[in-house]
C-alpha cells in the first residue's frame, strides 16, 4: 500500500497532489481567495480549507443542500475552524456548478476569486496526480489500484503509469460509469495506451454511503494490518480488491500496489 494518508493529517492523500498545482497558479495570478464545491463530507473542501489557512489565502466553500448548516457534518465543522466561508445552495442550482453563466455570477459575487473545481478536477488537478507514482517503483507491480471520485486521481495515474502496468479504479459512487467516458476525453495519447478499467461494484450504496459489512471489514482491516481506512474511498477499494483476489480476478503471481489515498476526516461521521 502506498501511505498517501501519512502526508499531512488534513491535506492528505490524493487531495495534496490535486490542490498543488491549482493553488500555484493562483499565487502566480495574484488571487488571494479560493473558492471551490464540494457535499457536507467532501474531503476536498477540508483540505482546500486547511491548505488555504496554511498559505494565506481566504477560502469560499460552496456547498451542497441548502438545508444544511454549519455544523452538519464534522467536515464542515474542520473547514470553518480553518475559516472558510460556507455557502448553501440548492441541489439544483449546485448542478449548474461547470455552467459558465453560474461561474460568472460566482465572479461577480465574490470578487473574481480562483475556481476550483469539485474535487479539483482540472487539469491542474490531473497533473499534479501525475506525481503519484514518483513515490514508487513501478517496476514491482503488475496492478495499481485507487478509489475513484471525480475521476483526477485515475487519470493522473493513467497519464503516468508504465506501459505494462492494468489500473483498476474503484469508484465510490454509485452509477458511476458515465466515469468512464469523462475519463477517456481526459486522456492524452500516451494514457490511451494504457491498461485500466473502472470497477462500479463496491459503492455500498453510493457516495459516502456504508453498511454493516463494509464497517466490519474496516475493523477487521485495522485489527489485521493497523492501517485505518476511510469508509468513504479506501475502505471500498480495500473491500473490493480483496473480493476479487477470493474471485481469482487476478492472475498468479500479481503484484497489487493499493494506495491510500487520506480522507480519514472522513470517519468522524461515523460517531456523529
Known amino acids: 500500500m502506498l501511505r498517501l494518508d501519512l502526508l499531512h493529517d488534513e491535506i492528505s492523500g490524493n487531495k495534496w497532489f490535486k490542490l498543488k498545482y491549482n493553488l500555484e497558479q493562483a499565487q502566480k495570478e495574484k488571487k488571494d ?10 474531503n476536498h473542501i477540508v483540505a482546500t480549507a486547511a491548505a488555504c489557512d496554511l498559505l494565506g489565502f481566504k477560502s469560499i466553500g460552496i456547498i451542497r ?21 460556507l455557502y448553501f445552495v440548492s441541489r439544483e442550482l449546485y448542478g449548474e456548478k461547470e455552467d459558465p453563466g453560474f461561474i460568472d455570477y460566482l465572479n461577480k459575487e465574490f470578487y473574481q476569486p480562483y475556481i476550483i473545481p469539485e474535487g479539483g478536477n482540472n ?6 496526480c ?11 507491480y503488475t496492478h495499481i489500484c485507487c478509489a475513484v471520485g471525480a475521476g483526477a486521481t485515475l487519470t493522473g495515474l493513467i497519464e503516468s503509469a508504465s506501459m505494462n502496468l492494468r489500473l483498476l479504479g474503484f469508484s465510490a459512487l454509485r452509477n458511476a460509469d458515465y466515469l468512464k467516458n469523462k475519463i477517456e476525453k481526459s486522456l492524452t495519447g500516451y494514457g490511451e495506451n494504457i491498461s485500466w478499467k473502472l470497477i462500479t461494484d463496491y459503492h455500498f450504496g453510493g457516495f459516502a454511503k456504508k453498511t454493516p459489512e463494509l464497517l466490519e471489514f474496516m475493523r477487521d482491516f485495522y485489527e489485521k494490518n493497523k492501517i485505518v481506512l476511510d469508509f468513504v474511498y479506501t475502505a471500498k477499494m480495500m473491500f473490493g480488491i480483496n473480493d476479487l483476489i477470493k474471485k481469482e480476478y487476478f492472475s498468479s503471481g500479481s503484484r497489487i500496489l493499493a494506495i491510500h489515498t487520506g480522507g480519514l476526516q472522513g470517519n468522524k461521521s461515523l460517531t456523529v
Open 33 to 42: 481567495t479560493i473558492l471551490t464545491f464540494g457535499g457536507a463530507w467532501s
Open 130 to 140: 501525475k506525481e503519484i507514482l514518483s513515490f514508487c517503483e513501478q517496476e514491482k
Open 65 to 85: 443542500g441548502e438545508e444544511l448548516n454549519e455544523d452538519s457534518s464534522p467536515s464542515l465543522i474542520l473547514a470553518r475552524g480553518h475559516n472558510m466561508q
Open 123 to 128: 487539469d491542474l488537478g490531473i497533473k499534479g
